[in-house]
């Protein structure tokens, strides 16, 4: 829903006596939603820059690459690696649809891999042709902010340029954690997963959110013995309950040993493999432990307290109004840096509404109602409203529930 709000400095209003800048906009962190909002502000005709740090399929303080999280290391290898996952299951239930297939069939992980990498190499360079075509000057380097309307880059060879804006946006996105076990530096997060150099056997995953399950579902559908531990009794907290169990019993269904109400409590390396222990004393030793556990946003080296930017004390995250500005009323924040709702296409809306909001003219907050998601654990969860749980807290009178469930005609021959 569109609200009409003044923001000072919009691009259309008289500029008379104010000071000269640089840029109208300087964008930092070139993921899904900076890239929508530095487009969509060029688009309406100010004059963007953006910086990002340089590519590398695992991101650090210093690299990360132009295309963000979704496209490098996450929604787009991702779904790749899911795709890969889904053959076997096929190639299985071919046999009962007269398929012979008689000779072994072997999957080979680099081969996708290789394919993978193509790929994301391929998009960052489409994200930057984005960038160019829309006439918004690429800048490679970390950004930080210097003041209200002042960012410095610093590049690859420790050289520092300072830029001015009237307006300053923050969409650096954020990064996976590790949990603060012993032996936690064992672990890797989804960053590693999507480029081991060799399929692990034995998987080991810690966490019941979207990528655990994701996860544990590629791994298990390439063949690897995979054990999912998660804290609460179902995964996927904050999803409707008979969702959960769906899911919950779909995973067991396909092999994937499910550890409900169990967390991990140390790490440790042995010849045989990363030693795992659990606070229910169980004992398994794993090639590959995933700490799939939640991201926090990327705030720690932007300079923010020093400008008087407020973070969220417990996350870390930007704060912004409905509008996505902060208290600083020249700086902007979108995407997960801002903790929101932490989805891409959320990101883009974010972006596309900060762009209308600040350079077209027409102020309007992102409405965050009835957003679809889809989980790609394998088979997929896609869910759009209220759970059951919600609307039975919302509603002020009866909540009628209609559910059905059906055997896919696909299943009935293959089995
Ligand atoms: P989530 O926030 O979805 O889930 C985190 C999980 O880790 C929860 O199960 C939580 O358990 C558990 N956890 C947190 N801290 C600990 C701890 N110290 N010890 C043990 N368990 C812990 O995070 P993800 O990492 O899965 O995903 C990150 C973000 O990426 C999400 O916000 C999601 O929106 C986005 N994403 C979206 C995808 C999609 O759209 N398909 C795909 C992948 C990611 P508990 O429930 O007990 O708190």
Redesign the pocket.
């Known amino acids: 829903m569109a609200r009409k709000m003044l923001i000072d400095g919009e691009v259309n209003n008289s500029t008379q006596g104010e000071p000269h800048y640089d840029f109208d906009l300087f964008v930092i962190g070139a993921g899904s939603g900076g890239v929508r909002a530095s487009r969509f502000s060029a688009q309406s005709g100010a004059k963007v820059a953006i910086c990002e740090l340089p590519f590398h399929p695992i991101s650090t303080e210093v690299v990360g690459g132009v295309g963000g999280t979704c496209v490098i290391r996450?929604?787009v290898p991702?779904k790749i690696l899911v795709y890969g996952a889904s053959y076997g299951p096929e190639l299985e239930d071919a046999k009962n649809y007269g398929w012979e297939l008689s000779e072994n069939i072997n999957f080979n992980w680099k081969k996708l891999l290789q394919k993978k990498t193509e790929e994301i190499v391929r998009l960052n360079g489409i994200y930057k042709r984005l960038l160019s075509n829309a006439g918004v000057k690429f800048y490679e380097g970390e950004g930080k902010i210097v003041g209200p309307h002042e960012v410095e880059v610093v590049q690859v060879d420790g050289t520092k340029i300072s830029y001015t804006a009237k307006h300053i946006l923050i969409s650096t996105g954020?990064r996976?954690?590790h949990?603060?076990?012993p032996g936690q530096e064992l672990g890797i997060t989804?960053d590693e997963a999507l480029s081991l150099e060799e399929l692990p056997k034995r998987a080991v995953v810690?966490?019941?959110?979207?990528?655990?399950?994701?996860f544990a579902s590629i791994w298990r559908g390439m063949g690897a013995t995979v054990d999912l531990?998660?804290?609460?009794e179902l995964?996927?907290?904050?999803f409707d309950n008979e969702m959960r169990a769906i899911v919950s019993r779909n995973l067991e269904g396909r092999g994937i040993n499910l550890h409900p109400g169990t967390?991990?409590t140390s790490l440790t390396n042995t010849e045989d493999g990363i030693r795992v222990l659990t606070d229910h004393g169980e004992e398994i030793v794993a090639d590959v432990v995933l700490f799939?556990?939640?991201?926090a946003p990327n705030t720690k080296r932007l300079n923010l307290k020093a400008v008087g930017v407020e973070l969220d004390e417990r996350t870390g995250a930007v704060k912004v109004d409905a509008y996505s500005r902060t208290n600083i009323p020249s700086i902007w924040a979108i995407g997960?840096v801002t903790n929101r709702?932490?989805?891409?296409p959320v990101a883009l809306m974010e972006g596309s509404l900060f762009a209308k909001t600040v350079f077209g003219g027409q102020p309007t907050a992102p409405d965050y109602d009835h957003i679809p998601?889809?989980?790609?654990c394998i088979p997929p969860l896609s869910v759009v409203g209220l759970s059951e749980e919600q609307a039975v807290e919302q509603a002020t009178g009866d909540v009628l529930i209609y559910n059905s469930t059906f055997t896919p005609m696909k299943n009935t021959i293959s089995g």
Not at 235 to 238: A, S, V
Request: proline content about 5%; overall charge positive.
């Open positions: 996450g929604c991702k954020s996976a954690q949990p603060n076990i989804s810690l966490g019941g959110g979207y990528i655990a399950v994701e531990f998660f804290r609460k995964p996927l907290r904050g967390n991990l799939a556990t939640g991201r997960d709702m932490n989805l891409t998601c889809a989980v790609f």
